[in-house]
């Protein structure tokens, strides 16, 4: 059959037509002779994901995002095309991420192994938003930025109060304080001067102070090493022996026991004592007054003359 012209042109607007509609549903992402499955996710935000963003798994890429689109409740949908075959569950998890410091988000499937139900295409799959690098850091930061600027207003606080406190007297005194601080220093500096050049005169006659220490310490050491070697102990033991023979003696003293005990104890040993005294005294005194009664030289051979006691006057006898 002879094709005409008119069918010729009809023939080739239809396909113009069909090529151009492939080629823009092809450049928005969309296939239309695919026959992958189609899921979906809703979001709450999607936090800056585009369309024909990857869809991973593992770090594979399974799919992209088909398209996205606001719910009547002002939640997001998200249609993603997976066009590999490998099966995911119902309780898997669609999770936006940060796939790096100048990529854009993406989603990446958190596979739920123990679930065996597996997802068709219309299946909704658990929404998950992790946050990017930028996002958690910036609220890393927030607490310290509150902090930072609590520190700055205490800061402004702190320097308005000394501002306060440093007026014109309180500056006049500090400056007064530094130039006295300087002047004492400078003193300072001269008497270390004046104590160097001490040092350095009398350095002799120190070196001479500091060997007599040490020949004192040696002279000490050795005293020491002496009185190690004594054996003080013994010393000691035969001293507390000799205290106690004095005790024991002079406990027999008190007592009445021995020669000294009874002439401190024995009233009549004290009496015949002072009577014998007495007598001795009186025999002395005879003796020098009348001597020729002791002492008879006869030349001749004179007789005897008879002893004739002498008489005394009785002395009174001494008070106690």
Known sequence: MKLTREIKTAILVISSILLFVWGYSFLKGKDLFSTNKKLYVNYENVAGLVTSAPVTLNG???GKVNSISIEPDGRLLVELLIMNDFPISKSSVAEIYDSGLVGGREIAIILNLEDQNYAVSGDFLTPSNKLGLTDAL???IEPL???????LDNANTLFANVNQILDENTKNNLQHAIAEMNKTMTEF???SKSLNQLLATNKGKLDTTFSNL???SSNFATISDSLAQANLGQTVENLQKTLASVDKLMLGM????????KLMKDETMYNNFSSASKELELLLEDLRLHPTRYINVSVFGKKEKPYVAPEFKEQSQPTN
């Open 254 to 261: 008190q007592n009445g026991e021995g020669t000294m005990g």
């Open 189 to 191: 500096s001269s008497a």
């Open 138 to 140: 910036a609220k890393q």
């Open 214 to 216: 040490d020949r004192m």
């Open 145 to 151: 930025k509150d902090k930072v600027e609590k520190l």
């Open 60 to 62: 594979l890429k399974i």
